[in-house]
């Protein structure tokens, strides 16, 4: 008999989402370009409802109509290959799903394409790695509120779940669901550099091991910032490394990688005038992370603070509190610019955008799920479409609680010459959006001394220029 829903791409997410859908009583066609992961899915599937096929015409041809075909392959060329190849095979009324990372801008072209051809298309994010996509990810799909209809059922039920709540809900048409798993990314870069960091200022200070580092982010993840994030770094500090014997964290090269969609979020921010420098900084670090040569180099030439005073034990209680609440700040401070971003983008594109429900489908499946979430819903249930989520009392009342430890913590930093730019440029965020006056007076006036750019006047209307 014809099966439900088709797979194509079978790398790590593609076989666990089909796996996953099996599992919720789908039947599932596969196919992947090369046959070897096709064979290997099946070996691991033998009791489930999974057919592998080896040709496209067959995959299609396996497919109960309307087809629902989900991709899964790399980013970029390789879904635009696909849905070429795709066309000719597929009648109208057909549906193709994009589960992979796509540029949201790739998204809105390759709708507009389908969309004329009477096929279906779902740009959809999904996130929540390996482990998430097999067990239930947190899901973003965007395109037509009738093509969403066709797949609603099925991405629910496989989804993560937080109590009764599915998180995977529409986002939006055409690139909605590709920008929200965007700028998802953007903050998880933002959130991972700035748990590195509080790690950093608390080694490069207090000497902390591995096992002391198990043991604080154990605590941590008890209270506000309880998430996936310090939840798997609390584990990762108690991984041996099997050859050495040392702690694997140890061990591992400071040299980060990354994909690309942290580079998207800082691009299209630029693009749309949105400040977000906490996620782009985290982008930075990577960067700079990479130039391991270069900064080998410079620690021999390049120098710090003269006077190192080791830090003073009896005050390291206090001071991992406060790094606690510096980067509890900080957190809310690059959730806040991710969702100005997303509030941006939805009145430039006209998404439509629900933040209030995309911050509760983030809390279960994905990197950034956190119990903190729950407090972004409220903010948005409270008032919908507020201007930026830091003028929300709960989140307001943080920062001005935990800013006292939050600036101290900084200072310690920077008088220790410890790098902490996602720490620091969180709180200059925090400071220039509460500023309501900025140094942009002599800026302008500097414009236009030497372009002519003119300014305006605080004490009457229009534009003027001078003669400097
Ligand atoms: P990859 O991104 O590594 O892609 C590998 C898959 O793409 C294989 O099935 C490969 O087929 C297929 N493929 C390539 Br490469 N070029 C192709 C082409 N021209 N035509 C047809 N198939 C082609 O796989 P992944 O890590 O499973 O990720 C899939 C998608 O999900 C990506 O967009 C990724 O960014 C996204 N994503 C990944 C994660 C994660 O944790 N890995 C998390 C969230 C989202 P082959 O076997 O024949 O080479």
Not at 94 to 119: A, C, P, V
Not at 328 to 342: D, E, H, P, T
Request: with cysteine.
């Amino acid at each position: 008999s014809k099966k439900l829903v088709g797979v194509i791409g079978l790398a790590v997410m593609g076989k666990n989402l089909a796996l996953n859908i099996a599992d919720h009583g789908y039947s599932v066609a596969v196919y992947n370009r090369s046959r070897e992961k096709t064979d290997s899915l099946l070996e691991e599937a033998k009791d489930k409802d999974i057919i592998g096929t080896y040709s496209l015409e067959e995959f299609v041809e396996a497919l109960e109509r309307p087809r629902k075909i989900i991709l899964m392959v790399k980013a970029g060329r390789a879904v635009d290959d696909m849905i070429d190849k795709l066309i000719p095979l597929l009648d109208k009324g057909d549906l193709i799903m994009d589960g992979g990372n796509s540029n949201y801008l790739d998204t809105i072209d390759r709708s507009k394409k389908l969309e004329d051809m009477s096929i279906h298309y779902l740009g959809t994010g999904i996130s929540g790695g390996e482990e998430g996509a097999r067990s239930g990810p947190a899901i973003m799909p965007g395109g037509s509120l009738e093509a969403y209809k066709i797949m609603e059922k099925i991405l629910r039920d496989i989804s993560a779940k937080v109590g009764s709540d599915a998180c995977s809900t529409y986002i939006g048409k055409d690139g909605a669901g590709h920008f929200v798993k965007m700028v998802h990314n953007g903050i998880e870069y933002a959130d991972m550099q700035l748990i590195c960091e509080a790690y950093s200022i608390l080694k490069n200070t207090l000497n902390l091991t591995a096992p002391e580092f198990h043991k604080i982010f154990t605590e941590w993840n008890k209270g506000e910032l309880n998430s996936y994030l310090i939840d798997i770094s609390a584990d990762i500090f108690k991984e041996k490394d099997p050859e050495t014997g040392n702690y694997l964290v140890d061990m591992i090269l400071d040299v980060a990688g990354h994909k690309g969609t942290g580079k998207w979020t800082g691009q299209i921010s630029l693009e749309l005038g949105v400040p977000t420098p906490t996620i782009t900084t985290a982008v930075y670090e990577r960067y700079i992370s990479s130039m391991k040569e270069e900064r080998v180099i410079a620690h021999k030439v390049l120098k710090g603070p003269e006077s190192n005073k080791p830090f003073p034990k009896e005050q390291a209680e206090e001071f991992i509190e406060a790094v606690r609440r510096a980067l509890y700040a900080s957190k809310i401070i690059a959730y806040a610019q991710g969702f100005s971003l997303m509030r941006a983008a939805s009145m430039q594109y006209d998404w439509d955008l629900n933040l209030g429900d995309i911050a509760k489908i983030f809390r279960g499946g994905c990197i950034i799920r956190a119990q903190f979430l729950n407090r972004i819903m409220e903010a948005y249930d409270k008032k919908k479409d507020i201007v930026n989520l830091l003028l929300d009392d709960y989140f307001n009342e943080i920062l001005s609680s935990y800013q006292e430890d939050w600036r101290k913590v900084i200072n310690t930093a920077i008088s220790y010459g410890i790098s902490t730019p996602a720490f620091s440029s969180s709180l200059a965020y925090y400071d220039s959006y509460r500023s309501a006056q900025l140094p942009m007076n002599l800026l302008q006036a500097q414009r236009d001394y030497f372009g002519a750019h003119t300014y305006m006047r605080i004490d009457k209307e229009g534009v003027f220029h001078t003669q400097w």
